[in-house]
């Protein structure tokens, strides 16, 4: 089974930092990545995905993210974070033909001071 | 745009009942919904698939006669959680998936927090 592994829990930035969240996973086969964003008191919403083709990706707001296939990651960037990018960041994968399943990392915890 | 939502977004119940959480997709149909949960500090967890007018496929580990699943139309799944206990307790997020001739779009509800008292 498939596995996800996001190492930073809680990642405290001043506004204009940049911002890289790693995300890992485990699976042989082909893969469907994702980042999610919650914001406090709000749905999960989808940043950005990659299914194929040009393996940096770029989002939402300003984000992107590179698939580095040898390395089994898929990390996001931000090159200067606002206040308002405080939330919950989530990693999640799902292989591809199975029914779109996603597996998510434990989520990282981002908090921008001004 | 398309909306998923989750109704009710607390609520608390005594341990022993049993309590429903409803998941609706306001502006489209959802052939497929998925039901997580969300421990503290911990990775959402998917519990199941729920399939329009079939049965829900359950995630290994999940108690299909303790989460009951029912996804009766195409813009609503309901997971009832039977004699609750207060380790039931979690915040449960039910997902649906939006056909488009591109791709599948999957859209998140707010959430429901379920406390066992």
């Known amino acids: 089974a498939q596995s996800v592994s996001q190492h930073n829990h809680h990642v405290i930035l001043s506004e204009a930092a940049s911002l890289e969240l790693g995300c890992n996973y485990s699976?042989?086969?082909?893969?469907?990545l994702f980042w999610y964003v919650q914001y406090p008191g709000q749905h999960l919403q989808l940043l950005l995905k990659?299914?194929?083709?040009?393996?940096l990706v770029k989002g939402i707001k300003g984000f992107e993210a590179e698939f580095i296939k040898s390395k089994f990651s898929f990390n996001l960037r931000k090159p200067s974070v606002q206040w308002s990018d405080t939330a919950e960041y989530f990693c999640?994968?799902?292989?591809?033909?199975?029914?779109?399943?996603?597996?998510f990392g434990t989520g990282t915890q981002l908090k921008v001071e001004l | 745009g398309a909306v998923v939502s989750q109704h009710p977004s607390r609520v608390i119940c005594k341990s022993g009942t049993s309590v429903k959480i409803e998941c609706r997709s306001l502006?489209?149909?959802?052939?497929?919904m998925f039901w997580y949960r969300q421990f503290p500090k911990k990775s959402l967890m998917l519990m199941a698939t729920?399939?329009?007018?079939?049965?829900?496929?359950?995630e290994q580990g999940v108690e299909k006669d303790k989460f009951l699943i029912n996804h009766a139309s195409l813009t609503l799944s309901t997971l009832t959680v039977t004699s609750a206990h207060p380790e039931d307790s979690s915040f449960y997020i039910c997902?649906?998936?939006?056909?488009?001739?591109?791709?599948?779009?999957?859209?998140f509800g707010e959430g429901s927090w379920l406390t066992v008292v």
């Open positions: 997902s649906a998936r939006e056909p488009k001739p591109t791709g599948n779009t999957i859209y």
């Open positions: 699976y042989g086969g082909t893969v469907n």
């Open positions: 990659y299914f194929s083709g040009d393996p």
């Open positions: 999640a994968v799902s292989i591809t033909g199975g029914g779109n399943k996603l597996t």
């Open positions: 502006d489209f149909q959802a052939t497929t």
């Open positions: 729920s399939n329009e007018g079939s049965k829900a496929t359950y």
